[in-house]
């Protein structure tokens, strides 16, 4: 019995293993710290990569939309001339003044400035593609504000036409064979006499904000566009807001865990991951074809991006509500409160950050949409400013499709503006939420 207590006095089995077996222990830990240190290598290569992709794409997007935010001019002598503007004399007519030939006044400072340049029809034409086809209009508010210019000589600044414009920005190269740009020689020779006499300036190109779409790409804007964007929003805001918090609050604190309600809250985590265009083809099929509401209205597109809102919102309300300790509910139970007292007065109150975080996202997510309001007809060529939810409009994302689509090289400078505007907007959204999270998060 002795015997079989004590310990073995010979050597323990294996004894060669035994003496190695710190060496094997630390073998494996080597190779396991070194699997860490590339997993962490591999994470912070990933992250490189991924900013790199970024920058590259941001970096492509400035550098070729920068230079919508400022536009050239021409200066141009020209003579208001009363047989033009006022050929029966007298008083001036408002009338007579809406009416006349302003592009013939703009050709005819052009052929005061270079009269050799009229010799040909083909010469014409192309010394009156100079300045924007629309600088007729300039002349004519400029007549319409002070009538007294009338039968007087003025220095007028017109806008460069799109080629011009490109070419004096330097995106179109003057080193290039003629036949391989837009602009020929004769009208480089144009450019540089009248930068040579001081006649060529660059502005800041306000009219991007405050001009809506044409089709010509110095005079586009995106206000149209912005103003059709912050309607669509509004609605898609008034609608989806409230239904979304009344739906999370009554799912979270309301109703009965059945297989109705898990139903329901499967189907709304599905509606979530649904294509936003098959959002378009229901707007397309419930709110145009069978209600009959007005085509690219902000009306129909804030209906239908309400719709595809509405899963973001529930989901984060819910967790929002989620959050909030349930002490809080039992306290306020127990002083006598009623269920929606302490829903309406306690928990919706300090879920309420959670809420509109959820919210800002799912409105940035919706501002960035474009196949939903494609499928209503907001992709329409629309110049007027919208003035209501019923009136055409279209949005920013839709108009960058619509410029991208175009094949004049100066929309490809204001489709890289809109894109970048469309971002600043985005991301000032996104700021809003973090600085709302962060500033009325309660830690449980």
Known sequence: MTDAAMPPTGPPPGGVADIRRPTIAHAHLRRRYAAERRFK???????????????LLIGSIVSKGYSAFWQYYVQ??????AEELNPNGGQVEDTTVRSADYLKLVRDGLKHAFPDATKSRRDRRALYGLVSANSDVVLRNMVLDDPSIIGT?????LKLSDDMDTFAKGNIKRNLPESDRRVSDQEIGWYDILASQDRITARFNIDLFRNGDSREPEEAGIYGALIGSILTLTVTLLVSFPIGVMTAVYLEEFAPKNRWTDLIEVNINNLAAVPSIVFGLLGLAVFLNFFGLPRSAPLVGGLVLALMTLP??????RSALKAVPPSIRE????LGASPLQVVAHHVLPLAMPGVLTGTIIGMAQALGETAPLLMIGMVAFI?????GFTDPATVLPVQIYIWADSPERAFVERTSAA??????FLVLMNLVAVVLRRKFERRW
């Open 41 to 55: 290598l591999y994470g912070l290569a990933s992250i490189a990569v991924a900013g790199l992709v970024l920058l």
């Open 76 to 81: 141009i002598d020209i003579t208001f001339a």
């Open 153 to 157: 000589t003025r220095n007028v600044w």
């Open 312 to 317: 973001t919102i529930i989901i984060t309300a």
């Open 331 to 334: 306290a306020a139970l127990g």
């Open 383 to 387: 110049v007027d400013v919208p003035q």
């Open 419 to 424: 894109i970048m505007i469309l971002l600043g």
